[in-house]
């Protein structure tokens, strides 16, 4: 699996647009972006995933450059709740392939 | 989706002793994983577990340590064994729902175990 790169940690204001980068510049043809994240003391929570168009669901919204290269994660309207670490996790996106984690992003929503 | 279940949810035990830890899921799976958290650290693959054949480790993992039973498709077990401080971690199982092969499997994960060694 190709590696990926986040900063550390974010902050955001709560009910303002939480935008999370991630840099995949390794990423294989076949490779998807897969975003997980873990609120504190509970398991990791699947958010989104993409190959290379811009996605969208009742959590996130998830654009990916038109080189693969790097993809953001955007919370639209961020709420405490949100406060958790971000994975961007790239891999197979078929077959049973294992996920690596890397270090993630902690986002901290500031009321 | 899945619901995953772990007991026990956090125990604390002596060094030189094993705790085994329960995963349990409503619906049938093929593919079962086990993770480890360590404190302020992100998540480690410890193995691979199907149903029917020898679970799959990863580089730094071994069977003798952390034994893995996968008596059917709805239920695992991690052990871990004679126990050290250093193993004082989170332990997660997660599953891989069955679906075809040929598209995107989302991973569902338990709740989690929280392991102290004295």
């Known amino acids: 699996d190709a590696k990926t790169t986040q900063p550390t940690s974010m902050d955001c204001a709560e009910g303002r647009a939480a935008n999370l980068p991630c840099n995949h510049s390794t990423i294989s043809g076949n490779e998807y972006v897969y975003w997980y994240r873990q609120i504190h003391s509970q398991g990791p929570q699947y958010i989104i995933h993409?190959?290379?168009n811009n996605e969208t669901n009742e959590m996130a919204s998830l654009i990916i450059t038109e080189d693969r290269k790097s993809s953001t994660l955007i919370l639209p309207h961020a709420t405490l709740r949100d406060t958790a670490v971000y994975y961007c996790i790239v891999r197979v996106g078929f077959g049973n392939e294992k996920l690596t984690f890397g270090t993630g992003t902690r986002l901290t929503i500031i009321p | 989706s899945a619901v995953i279940s772990q007991k026990p949810s956090r125990d604390i035990c002596q060094r030189g002793t094993s705790l085994t830890i329960q995963c349990q899921v409503d619906?049938?799976?093929?593919?079962m994983f086990w993770y480890r958290q360590q404190p302020g650290q992100s998540l480690t693959l410890i193995a691979t577990a199907n149903q029917g054949s020898e679970a799959t480790y990863e580089s730094g993992f071994v069977i003798d340590k952390f034994p893995i039973s996968r008596p059917n498709l709805t239920f695992s077990t991690l052990t871990v064994s004679n126990m050290s401080p250093e193993d004082s971690s989170i332990y997660l199982c997660?599953?891989?729902?069955?679906?075809?092969?040929?598209?995107?499997?989302?991973?569902?994960f338990g709740p989690g175990t929280r392991l102290t060694v004295l």
């Open positions: 619906s049938q799976v093929t593919m």
């Open positions: 993409g190959l290379k």
């Open positions: 997660s599953v891989d729902p069955d679906r075809d092969l040929s598209s995107y499997n989302e991973q569902f």
